[in-house]
């Protein structure tokens, strides 16, 4: 039977005081509905159509890219309207699913389980057991246990305001039963909305059983409604992939200080991560990496034994075997360092490969370069790679020196064991084995002295 997925993404998000439309809120640097469609995705549906209503036109143009169906709800008049947008077009052998836009942490492991409860004479629910399921439809159930109907808060009297038990909204259902009870649902409520959660009740009324299952807990089933709750979930989502990690061996100095934006995928083992690092995009550490605290690492590939000190920033590059980064280190897209690299601190890289054994470990900008094998250089050298219009490329070659508080004018090339002399400004080719220098000639002054302050008066 095939799949069918429906995502429920309409609804303002007036609590959240946001030009924004809630759906585009971010958990993890991801829009709410982007990681619902990633689970969606990860089911394999025949189709997945979202239903979009409150700026929709800011929603279709962020998540242009999703492989989904829009279908715009330009009433929204409940989530039983909403599904209804889409009833004609509902395959009758499919398995629905309905999910919402806003729940960003829902498992697949918990979608399947509620899946394997549906067939053509079962309707498959997900619920939660809340303390204080304020804001929840209850799910009232007959003394045998058997589910009867679900009741939403506003339409609750006391005692069914009791009931612990609360619905997710997350259901299952063949396809040709919810286009007939679709068919059938009123807005005779407290809301006068169509409420979609009435096709409980149709389904008792036509003999179909309702299975209900739950998720692992309740922040995985939580939508968001507000900032609180939109903070809370990102640091159980940040929990979560924190434990992950320490399962496959990470040292994690403090799990409730990390960030991670992407995907992190391990080359290996003993990989060691202290406070507050942030990681974004996709990310490759390899074996007995060292991070130290307060790093920025986006998009990156740190091969094995490297270290990374505290304060860095790591973007689009690649950091080879051995090396270490930092601290106050930035190193800028396209920078590709060999093994056994040493950049120092205040130290700043861009669109420049540097190769195995080279150092440039202090206060330094090396730009549209390619740096040989064996190469130091000193503090406050800058490669002059930008005329203001066009960016120029600067050649070190293997085994050069280039001494302290130099500016190398690109296009240039410094050739195979050169010397560049402190303080040089170099606009011309350096020599292979020689010393290049640029100074002006030292001149001592000896009748001059210093000024005095004039005394006043």
Not at 281 to 287: A, L, N, R, S, T
Request: aromatic share 4%.
């Amino acid at each position: 039977m095939s799949l069918e997925i429906i995502i429920l993404a309409a609804g303002q998000g007036t609590r959240m005081r946001s030009s924004i439309p809630k759906v585009l809120h971010k958990v993890a640097d991801k829009a709410l509905l982007e990681h619902v469609c990633v689970l969606a995705s990860a089911l394999n549906p025949t189709k997945t159509s979202v239903i979009y209503g409150h700026g929709g036109e800011k929603v279709l143009e962020a998540l242009k890219n999703l492989d989904v169906v829009w279908v715009e709800q330009r009433e929204r008049l409940g989530t039983g309207h909403a599904v209804m947008q889409l009833a004609e077009d509902i395959d009758d052998t499919a398995t629905v699913l309905i999910l919402y836009g806003d729940v960003p942490l829902l498992g697949k492991t918990t979608v399947n389980k509620l899946l394997e409860l549906v067939s053509d004479h079962s309707l498959a629910l997900l619920t939660v057991f809340l303390d204080d399921p304020f804001g929840y439809g209850r799910i009232e159930r007959d003394p045998d246990g058997r589910v009867l109907r679900i009741v939403e808060e506003k339409d609750a009297d006391p005692e069914q305001r009791k009931i612990k038990e609360g619905n997710t909204g997350i259901l299952s259902v063949h396809g040709k039963r919810l286009k007939g009870w679709l068919n059938r649902i009123s807005n005779q409520n407290a809301q006068g909305e169509y409420y979609l959660t009435d096709i409980i009740e149709l389904a008792v009324q036509d003999g179909v059983k309702i299975n209900t299952t739950q998720a692992s807990c309740e922040d995985e089933v939580l939508g968001v409604n507000n900032r609180q709750q939109l903070a809370h979930l990102e640091r159980v989502y940040q929990r979560n992939m924190a434990k992950r990690l320490m399962d496959e061996g990470v040292t994690i100095r403090d799990p409730s200080r990390i960030d991670i934006r992407g995907d992190i995928i391990l080359l290996g083992s003993d990989i060691e991560i202290d406070v507050n690092v942030i990681f974004e995009g996709k990310v490759e550490i390899g074996e007995r990496v060292q991070i130290g605290a307060n790093s920025i690492i986006r998009n990156a590939s740190l091969h094995d034994d490297c270290v990374i000190l505290p304060n860095t920033v790591i973007e689009d590059a690649v950091v080879g075997k051995g090396s270490r980064v930092g601290p106050f280190a930035r190193l800028r897209p396209g920078t590709k360092l060999g093994e056994s690299v040493h950049i120092g601190n205040f130290v700043e890289i861009k669109k420049a490969s540097v190769s195995h054994r080279s150092k440039v470990n202090h206060l330094s900008y090396i730009g549209d370069a390619k740096i040989g094998v064996g190469v130091n250089i000193g503090a406050g050298t800058i490669t002059c790679n930008y005329d203001g219009v066009n960016k120029f490329e600067t050649i070190i070659e293997d085994g050069a020196f280039i001494g302290s508080d130099t500016q190398l004018i690109a296009p240039l090339r410094v050739g195979v064991n050169a010397t560049v002399g402190a303080g040089s400004t170099i606009t011309k080719n350096a020599p292979d084995h020689m010393l290049t220098l640029s100074r002006t000639k030292q001149v001592t002054v000896e009748s001059w002295s210093r000024p005095v302050k004039k005394k006043e008066g």
